[in-house]
């Protein structure tokens, strides 16, 4: 028997983590392992023992590598879990970082910790996607490319029973769904998203934008960077300001280096603020540049670490010859070859900047930070450059304090937000502010940019990934849908949505044979149906109280600690 219970983002949008239970191999897994964030009430979960007992998990499948999916990874390990976490080398590396940065800001784990993760990479070598690996007798899981972010993948556990070896079922786990589409992967970087097996007897959804419908006009790639490019143009060139762009380390920062890049190369020569540039004037080395060029900072160490990560998977090739992640649109935006595109991370890596016709991009690198421990060097790049890409994306840590201290009480200042902002965010307290005065105060100017970088798929998104198969739909096998990840309006919506395209019949859709909203109980995947108390093994029994055990002994320590502590001081 296989059986599940989803531990994490059953209530909500953060905390992911569904525990597996194979019982005729007893192995033990995770599907993610993540953080709870956002108000004090989430994150005080991360601090209550795990409901499993972590000395008995084997192995974690991990789906990216953002802190809601991968962030209690060490605190398991200080639990005593020594098993493998199976994830991609992108996930893998970028994970290690996204950690160790966590662990300078709670008191959660330390970076000792991080050091003892075991991880098992799963497409080093002669990859291929849909790989299976064999996790126990009976069990094995194959991986599947997601467009959220670099590295992101849904995955797949195959099982059997003992007693019926060839009669195979299989539960896939969406992990967070990309918003690109086969048609139209419309952000920079990444190809669309694999969708689940067409013989999938169940699908674990997640539904964080499950009642949204995304406006098409952010669903245009020249539409995202020609507006980007022209709050550039109009606040630097005409206003005589700096734009400051908050953005998150990992991947929302390299969208947008590559959408200014895409304005530097391409489209700001081809748009109405051609003439800002000036001339082109020749050099004597054979090249030439702008007499006003663009110059654009970014100021993110943590981005500056996680950008050798796309130096090295951005020009990586599955055993086909095929790019890995790659869009294969962006060469054409950028006007440049698929390989001249592949590197650049790896020169701004190795140069700290991009430079061409004059316009430049340059990449702060710690090494450079370090040269300028100065309280002016704020000032000095609001003064130099036209936009600041700075970390972090909820203005609340990070570089971005220190500009916004500086640039938000000038009103020829533009800030542009590109992600969500929590309630309690520096962030929100900016958007909300320029709702209340409309932009007409002495301040910058906000502008919520969010909407073109989302990198969640909304409703029509949600609904295709289940249901297009096409051709395959034939071979298919109706599946039971589990909605997760999302909060209470979204999973709900979501799901009518789901009851009504499958009442609808359409040619090429999958069938459907159930849709509920995931909750914390065990679930018996063999029968479809959960599992009672009184059904329980009595060995599982004792194992759980071995786990309840294992949680008091923890708190016992926790609190003599904290009384040697108190008698201490």
Not at 69 to 82: D, N, R
Not at 162 to 171: R, V, Y
Not at 260 to 279: R, V
Not at 440 to 468: C, E, P, R, W
Request: aromatic residues 10%; neutral net charge.
């Amino acid at each position: 028997m296989l059986k599940v219970k989803f531990i994490g983002a059953s209530e909500g949008v953060t905390g992911s983590c569904s525990w597996l239970w194979h019982t005729d191999s007893n192995t033990q897994l995770l599907v993610d392992c993540g953080m709870n964030q956002g108000t004090h009430e989430e994150e005080w979960k991360n601090y209550q023992p795990f409901e499993f007992n972590a000395k008995h998990i084997q192995y974690v499948l991990l789906t990216h590598a953002h802190i809601d999916h991968c962030g209690l990874l060490p605190k398991l390990i200080k639990s005593g879990f020594k098993g493998w976490v199976y994830c991609t080398q992108a996930t893998k590396e970028v994970a290690e970082l996204m950690l160790r940065d966590a662990a300078k800001i709670n008191d959660l784990f330390y970076e000792a910790d991080v050091n003892l993760i075991k991880w098992h990479v799963i497409d080093a070598g002669e990859f291929h996607w849909n790989k299976t690996l064999r996790l126990a007798n009976g069990l094995s899981a194959t991986f599947k490319r997601s467009s959220h972010v670099l590295g992101a993948c849904g995955i797949s556990l195959t099982w059997s029973k003992a007693e019926a070896p060839n009669d195979l079922k299989s539960i896939y786990f969406s992990g967070d769904i990309g918003c690109q589409m086969e048609d139209n992967a419309y952000l920079p970087l990444l190809k669309d998203d694999h969708c689940p097996y067409p013989k999938a007897d169940y699908i674990v959804m997640e539904s964080t934008y499950g009642a949204a419908e995304r406006d098409s006009s952010f669903k245009s790639s020249d539409k995202r960077v020609n507006t980007l490019g022209a709050i550039i143009s109009d606040t630097a060139y005409r206003k005589g300001g700096t734009v400051l762009i908050p953005a998150f380390s990992f991947h929302r920062t390299q969208e947008i280096i590559m959408d200014l890049l895409t304005w530097q190369w391409k489209n700001w020569g081809e748009s109405e603020y051609a003439n800002l540039m000036g001339n082109l004037i020749p050099k004597k080395d054979d090249t030439d540049r702008y007499e006003n060029p663009l110059k654009v900072l970014c100021d993110s160490p943590l981005a500056s670490r996680i950008n050798k990560v796309y130096a090295s998977q951005l020009s990586k090739r599955l055993s086909n010859g095929k790019y890995q992640y790659l869009n294969s649109n962006l060469a054409d935006r950028l006007g440049c070859s698929d390989r001249e595109c592949s590197q650049i991370f790896r020169d701004l890596t190795d140069n700290g900047c991009i430079y061409r016709h004059g316009h430049i991009l340059r990449h702060l690198r710690p090494d450079d930070i370090k040269k300028k421990k100065s309280e002016d060097r704020y000032q000095y790049a609001i003064n130099r450059y036209a936009a600041i890409i700075a970390s972090s994306g909820m203005c609340d840590n990070g570089p971005v304090v220190a500009y916004i201290n500086r640039m938000k009480r000038d009103p020829k200042n533009t800030i542009i937000l590109t992600g969500y902002q929590s309630s309690n965010s520096q962030g929100r307290q900016l958007l909300e502010q320029a709702e209340r005065t409309g932009n007409k105060s002495n301040l910058a100017q906000v502008i919520n940019m969010s909407g073109y970088y989302s990198g969640h798929a909304d409703q029509h998104k949600l609904l295709d990934y289940i249901f297009t198969l096409g051709a395959f739909a034939k071979d298919s096998k109706p599946a039971s849908i589990f909605i997760n990840h999302g909060e209470k309006d979204s999973k709900n919506a979501l799901k009518d949505a789901i009851l009504q395209r499958a009442g609808r019949r359409y040619d090429g859709d999958r069938a459907i044979a159930s849709v509920e909203i995931a909750k914390n109980d065990w679930f018996d995947l063999d029968r479809a149906t959960y599992i009672q108390a009184e059904d329980v093994p009595t060995n599982q029994l004792i194992d759980r109280l071995s786990a309840i055990e294992d949680k008091l002994t923890r708190l016992t320590e926790e609190i003599s600690s904290l009384k040697m502590t108190s008698e201490r001081y």
